[in-house]
């Protein structure tokens, strides 16, 4: 039978402390950061090493490090921190006066087109609730609403999303973008396999796009060539001006920087250009009363509103 721990033998400033620890690699400055005297601090961690039944911590003249166990007990203390500090917030909301609190997780391109308007407008209807929002890959977003550390979340189609109540939200137009002197230039519209002819600026590995192009690319048979890889559209647009390749974008996103940064754009003749974005809750009527009346604005918002249905 597995062994498990005592909760009565664990406290909060015991995982703090252990966090701290883990992150300065030394029980000094881990005491210090949590002001605690040494001798105390040790004591905490010898007897939180005793509830869990495993050594956490290697100690030797060079300092302190994670033993495997312990890796996985940062992990989850990290988690019951983060939890508690939600707690404490949306607590504090109400004790402030905030009569509702959101957590919105959002993709990149959900954030950058469709979310400022439609947040702007349910505020304005309703400023005794605070959203906050995060910005997170597609199947982070998933993870954080089975997990429970989102209410709401906007992700990518083709986000396997079991369990979750999933309705449509908007549609996205994705496009190529290149400089004005790259060879594809004197185009309007290009097919995809057209393009893996040349290099290609994309997005930080595990985005909803650099999995939806580079399936593409597996598909046309023709390995996808990326020259860099950056963590915004922004950031992306920049190195596509300077010659650096080409990238595929949702077209709103970028609108702003083709002006400014003088770059050409090119229409995508594949069908999957056309990509729509989802958003979902857990299944199970488990929504607070103001998550529930975020969901229904982006709903209402949508240019065709569906009603909920569960991915399987």
Known sequence: ??????????????????????????????????????????????????????????????????????????????????????????????????????????????????????LATFLERHPDIRVEVEEQLSGDIVRALVDGLADVGVFAENTPAYGLEVMPFQTDELVVLCA??????????????????????????????????????????????????????????????????IGVVPLAACSAQVSVLGLKVLQLSDAWAERRLLMAAQAGGQLSPAAGLLLQHLAASSPSPGHPQRDR
């Open 180 to 245: 004005r002197q790259h060879p594809l230039a004197r185009a309007k519209r290009v097919s995809f396999k057209t393009c893996l002819a040349y290099e290609f600026v994309g997005l930080n590995r595990s985005s909803s796009l650099l999995e939806l192009t580079s399936r593409a690319a597996e598909q046309a048979g023709i390995p996808m060539r990326l020259r860099v890889q950056v963590r915004s559209f922004d950031a992306m647009c920049h190195m596509i001006a300077a010659g650096l390749g």
């Open 1 to 118: 039978m597995a062994r498990t721990i005592n909760p009565a033998r664990v406290d909060f400033v015991t995982l703090r402390l252990f966090c701290a620890v883990a992150q300065s690699g030394s029980i000094t400055k881990g005491a210090e950061a949590c002001h605690l005297a040494l001798s105390a601090a040790s004591r905490r961690l010898s007897d939180f090493e005793n509830a869990a039944g495993s050594k956490l911590l290697e100690r030797s003249a060079q300092g302190i490090a994670l033993t495997p166990a312990g890796h996985v007990a940062v992990q989850h203390a990290m988690r019951l921190f983060q939890g508690f500090e939600q707690f404490s917030s949306e607590l504090g909301d109400y004790a402030s006066g905030v009569r509702g609190h959101v957590r919105l997780w959002a993709n990149m391109s959900a954030l950058t087109e469709f979310l400022p308007m439609a």
